[in-house]
C-alpha cells in the first residue's frame, strides 16, 4: 500500500516537471515584444570615427527565442526571395549567411539595419516593403541560419524538399567582421 | 437551489438551445432553398423516427428491469420451458424485422433526398463563382467567362440572386477546409489542387452565416462568410458596382491615406482596383467600405475596429499572416479614412 502511494506520487511528480518543462517549447508566442526600431541608427559604413566610440547597444531580438517566429522568418526569407541571392544560406550572387563572416555585423540590430536599408553592390533596402515585426523575424532566422538562434526554437525542417541541414542542428559559428571581398567591389 | 430546481433548470436550458438554433442564420433547421428544405425534412424524418425507437426501448428495457427486480424476488427453477422460448423467438424476430424495415426506409429517404440536393447540377448554372480557402478567410471571384475583365474579386462576403442556380467552385490555397451555409446546403470541402463544386438555390431573401467547417488551423472558428441572398435586381446592381474601381479621393487625408497604402507594406499582400496596389496574398480591398465585416467575419467593419485591425491584428486573430503595423495616429487616421471611402 505505501509502496503504491510513492509510486503514485513520484509519477504525478514527473508529469507536472514535464509539463512545466514542456510549456516554453510549445508555447505560440503571437504577442513578443519585439525590439524598439526607432532606437536603431544607420550603421557606419566607414572604419574611421571622430572621437571617442559610443557603446553599441546589444539589442536582445526576442523573436530567436520563438519557434514560431523563427519559422514565420524562414517563410519570409523565401517568400522575399533573399533565396535568389543568399541560397540558402550558401550564398551565390550575394554573400553565404550560415558562416562566420558578417560584413555588416551579425547582431540583431545590425541585421536589421541590413535588411531594411539594403547594401551597396546589390542588397536591396525592404524598408515600407516589410513591418518593423516582419522584419525583426527575418532578422531572427538570418541569425539562425548560422546557429546563432537557440536549438530548441531553430526550425528542425523545411516547408519544402530538405535542401540542408535544418537550423536547429546548425553548427554555431562565431560570428566575425570581414570587410567587402574583393571580388564584390565593382570596379568604377 | 434544490436539486429539483437546478434540474428544471438545466432542462429549460437544453430545451433554449435546441428551440435558439431553428431560427438563425446559420441553422440547417431554418432552410432557405429547395436543397436545405430537402435536408431539413430528412434531419425531422430521422429525429422523429429515432425518437420514437428511443421511447420504446426505453420502456420495453424499464418493463425488463422491473419484471427482472419482481421475479429475482421469488426462486424459480431452471427448468426449460418451451412455451415461453417460442414467445421470445417471435418477439426478437419481430423487432429485427421492423428494425430492418426501419432502416430500410431511412436509407432509402436519404438516397432520394441525396440526389435531389445533386439534382440541380444537370442544368448548366446561371452563375459561376469560386471560392478559394485561404488560411483563414474567403476569396470569392464571380468569373465572367465572356468578358475576363468583368471578374469581380471580393472577400469573405457571397452575394447571390435568389431563384437562381449558383455554381460554387472550391479551390484551397493551403490546407483542407470545408464550405458549410447550413441554410442552404451541406458541408462540402475544399482540398488543395483538386477542385470540387456545388451547386444551389437560394429562396429565400436574407442575410446568412457561413463558416468553415473542417479544422483548418488556430483561427479556424474565425473563418466566416456573411452570405447575401437578395433579388436578382439587386444582385446585378451590386455586381455591377463590383466591377467598378472605386472613387478617386478627393480630400487631401484620403489622398495621404491612399499614398500610404499603396507605398508602404499594405500593397505588398492586398489589392485595390485602379491603384498601384495589386498584392495577391490578403484579400481584395477594393471595396471594403461595402462590407459589413472584416478580418472574415472577426469584427464589424467600423472605424476604429480597423483602426486596431491594421495595428495589431495579430492581437484580434493571433496566427494570421498581417503583421503587426507601426503608424503614426495621422497616417492611421488618413489611412482607415481612404479605406472607408472604397465603397
Not at chain 1, 540558402?88 to 549567411?97: A, E, S, T, Y
Not at chain 2, 471595396?287 to 478580418?295: E, F, K, L, T, V
Request: aromatic share 8%.
Amino acid at each position: 500500500m505505501k509502496k503504491d502511494i510513492r509510486i503514485i506520487i513520484s509519477a504525478a511528480l514527473f508529469l507536472v516537471i514535464g509539463l512545466i518543462l514542456a510549456c516554453e517549447r510549445e508555447e505560440r508566442g503571437f504577442r513578443v515584444q519585439q525590439p524598439d526600431s526607432n532606437r536603431i541608427a544607420s550603421k557606419q559604413l566607414g572604419t574611421l570615427q571622430a572621437g571617442e566610440t559610443a557603446p553599441t547597444p546589444v539589442t536582445q531580438n526576442e523573436y530567436e527565442n520563438n519557434a514560431l517566429a523563427l519559422s514565420t522568418g524562414k517563410q519570409l526569407f523565401s517568400q522575399m526571395n533573399c533565396t535568389g541571392c543568399h541560397a540558402h544560406g550558401g550564398g551565390g550572387i550575394g554573400p553565404p549567411l550560415m558562416d562566420a563572416k558578417w560584413i555588416y555585423g551579425s547582431q540583431p540590430e545590425q541585421v536589421f539595419a541590413t535588411i531594411v536599408e539594403g547594401r551597396p553592390n546589390g542588397m536591396p533596402a525592404f524598408r515600407n516593403k516589410l513591418s518593423d515585426q516582419q522584419v525583426w523575424q527575418l532578422a531572427a532566422y538570418v541569425r539562425s541560419i548560422s546557429g546563432q538562434a537557440p536549438k530548441d526554437t531553430a526550425p528542425g525542417r523545411d516547408d519544402d524538399m530538405q535542401a540542408k541541414t535544418p537550423e536547429n542542428s546548425q553548427h554555431k559559428e562565431k560570428p566575425k567582421n570581414v570587410a567587402v571581398p574583393k571580388s564584390a567591389e565593382t570596379s568604377q | 437551489m434544490t436539486q429539483r430546481s437546478a434540474k428544471l433548470t438545466s432542462l429549460f436550458l437544453g430545451a433554449g438551445l435546441l428551440f435558439a438554433a431553428c431560427g438563425g442564420r446559420q441553422s440547417a433547421v431554418n432552410a432557405a432553398g429547395i436543397q436545405a428544405e430537402r435536408l431539413e425534412s430528412l434531419w425531422w424524418i430521422f429525429f422523429w423516427i429515432t425518437a420514437v425507437v428511443y421511447v420504446i426501448v426505453m420502456i420495453v428495457l424499464i418493463i425488463a428491469w422491473v419484471k427482472a427486480r419482481r421475479s429475482s424476488a421469488q426462486e424459480q427453477p431452471d427448468v426449460p420451458d418451451p412455451a415461453r422460448h417460442r414467445r421470445a423467438t417471435t418477439v426478437v424476430g419481430g423487432a429485427l424485422a421492423i428494425t430492418v424495415v426501419t432502416l430500410f426506409i431511412l436509407m432509402v429517404t436519404s438516397f432520394r433526398a441525396g440526389g435531389a440536393i445533386n439534382s440541380l447540377s444537370e442544368k448548366p448554372p446561371d452563375l459561376s463563382v469560386k471560392v478559394t480557402g485561404h488560411q483563414w478567410w474567403w476569396q470569392i471571384e464571380y468569373q465572367d467567362d465572356v468578358t475576363p475583365g468583368n471578374n469581380v474579386m471580393t472577400a469573405n462576403e457571397l452575394h447571390v440572386p435568389v431563384g437562381r442556380t449558383v455554381k460554387i467552385m472550391l479551390e484551397s490555397d493551403d490546407v483542407i477546409h470545408s464550405l458549410w451555409m447550413p441554410n442552404f446546403h451541406g458541408k462540402k470541402d475544399l482540398i488543395p489542387i483538386y477542385p470540387t463544386t456545388f451547386y444551389f438555390n437560394a429562396d429565400k431573401p436574407g442575410t446568412y452565416w457561413g463558416q468553415c467547417a473542417e479544422f483548418c488551423g488556430y483561427q479556424h472558428a474565425k473563418m466566416r462568410l456573411v452570405i447575401t441572398a437578395e433579388s436578382p435586381e439587386d444582385f446585378q446592381k451590386w455586381l455591377d458596382a463590383g466591377r467598378q474601381t472605386p472613387p478617386i479621393p478627393t480630400e487631401a487625408v484620403q489622398k495621404h491615406g491612399e499614398e500610404i497604402f499603396t507605398t508602404s507594406v499594405c500593397a505588398q499582400c492586398h489589392t485595390i482596383q485602379g491603384t498601384g496596389a495589386n498584392g495577391r496574398v490578403g484579400p481584395d480591398l477594393t471595396h471594403i467600405a461595402s462590407r459589413p465585416y472584416i478580418g472574415a467575419g472577426a469584427m464589424q467593419n467600423t472605424s476604429d475596429n480597423l483602426a486596431n485591425w491594421i495595428l495589431d491584428p495579430q492581437k484580434i486573430k493571433p496566427g494570421i499572416k498581417m503583421p503587426q503595423n507601426q503608424f503614426s495616429d495621422e497616417d492611421l487616421r488618413a489611412l482607415v479614412t481612404y479605406l472607408e471611402s472604397l465603397k
